[in-house]
């Protein structure tokens, strides 16, 4: 693959579609973030929890079509390295990332498992997974490879589905292997080594309407169309609201673990 202007660009594993971290653990590829695309509320909500803790080498990994990537460019950033393993997916990033114009940006068609020696040398200290750790079967294994490969001090920055009783038609169709609490989360981040400074549930307001679609209704389908409407009138709210409290549950789980 060609690589951005003055990055670099990483060649797919042989089969994309089923990529794996390296032991043989089909990871995510992609197929649930075109719907969330419209989604840019959401995401500057996502981003805003992160920021404060955001260091200037970062690394997205499943970054997808590059929507939550063209967010993390509007801070100051020296390098951000793309990872996606999705054939699909990876076609319509590095279009995108074309179009930044920076030459910090870098993508790579793989895992995170399989470029983490060569993102070693570049010193990363945030590591980005949002809507992704749920597809890696071994996500302790996981989280210690961003471990090893984070820069002393370094962080990482976990959005994860929350809570088993929610998992339905759609995360099996997409291929979640789980849905989180918040406490296994942070006791996995503690197996891999790393010290948790921040953790919080997050989007109270979509538990109830995520619990009917997809439990009790049975969909396997993210509408584009809902996601903009929720979107659009929910988040606002839904952003305030948990500004000013702690929601005791929700339907995503924000975890930063920083590398001790």
Not at 46 to 68: H, K, N, Q, W
Not at 83 to 109: D, I, K, N, Q, W
Not at 130 to 135: I, Y
Not at 155 to 160: G, Q
């Amino acid at each position: 693959m060609d690589s951005l202007s003055g990055g670099r660009a990483t060649e797919p594993p042989a089969d994309p579609s089923a990529s794996s971290s390296g032991d043989g653990a089909v990871v995510y590829v992609g197929r649930d973030l075109e719907a969330m695309s419209f989604a840019e509320n959401y995401h500057r909500w996502i981003l805003d929890r992160f920021r404060p803790y955001l260091g200037r080498r970062l690394v997205e990994v499943g970054a997808g079509s590059g929507t939550f990537s063209e967010l993390l460019l509007e801070g100051v950033v020296d390098s951000l390295d793309l990872v996606e393993p999705s054939e699909a997916m990876y076609r319509l990033l590095e279009e995108r990332a074309r179009s930044f114009g920076r030459a910090a940006v870098a993508t790579h068609h793989t895992t995170f498992g399989q470029v983490a020696d060569r993102l070693r040398d570049s010193a990363p200290d945030s590591v980005i997974y949002v809507n992704v750790l749920e597809h890696v079967e071994d996500d302790v294994g996981e989280l210690a490879t961003v471990h090893q490969t984070l820069s002393p001090g370094g962080r990482v920055f976990l959005f994860v589905p929350a809570f088993r009783w929610l998992y339905g038609a759609f995360d099996e169709q997409v291929g979640h292997y789980r849905r989180y609490t918040e406490g296994e989360l942070v006791e996995k981040c503690g197996r891999a080594g790393f010290r948790v400074v921040a953790s919080r549930y997050f989007d109270l307001f979509g538990v109830l309407p995520w619990w009917v679609k997809y439990r009790l209704l049975k969909s396997d389908a993210l509408e584009p169309g809902a996601v903009k409407l929720y979107d659009r009138w929910v988040v606002p709210v839904a952003r305030r609201l948990e500004a000013r409290r702690r929601p005791p549950l929700g339907k995503n789980v924000l975890v930063v673990a920083e590398r001790s």
